[in-house]
């Protein structure tokens, strides 16, 4: 996820909602900020326009077959916040790991081809479709009406967006504990 955003949000539930929030270390992996509350809960942001390919790891892998290895034995350490052209979603891992059961390998896993470099793998979009609706259920979710960034009151409108998200966030981690 790109630092920028990435410290957006740190910085918005720190200043606006008064959240203890801490980065996580950088060779840290599958957590990109910890937010403490009576104890700590770590998140994994993950941003997309549209529906595709959710990338998990991506770190260049020698060929597809130990990727597939990889895939097969990864395990998900914090829940991910996904930020959508619709709205957040928020991810959790038990939800995650019964999305990845419910599908199974092949269904869940998105494994490049033979042929293309092996970089990493992610999680199908059909099941981050599976995902955004189970965070719908469970109220996990925060919706955003899309709109494009043109003129300066457009702009305007888009960050007081990302305020109540982080906002919503906030009540979101409140709920948690």
Known sequence: ???RRQN???MALEKELGLEVEEAQPLERQVDLIVKTNDKKAYSLKTMESVGTLKVAWNSYPDIERLKEAAKNFEFKAPILFVHREGIYVFEVEDIEEVRRELGF???WSI???GVNPRGFGIKSRAVRRLMRIAEEKGNFIRIE???LEDEEI???YFEWWYEFVKGFAEF???SR
Do not use: A, Y
């Open 173 to 175: 981690v409140r709920r």
């Open 112 to 114: 490049p081809s033979r």
């Open 106 to 108: 092949d269904g869940f």
């Open 8 to 10: 957006f949000i740190r």
């Open 1 to 3: 996820m790109g630092l």
């Open 155 to 157: 702009r305007k409108k």
């Open 146 to 148: 899309g709109m494009r």
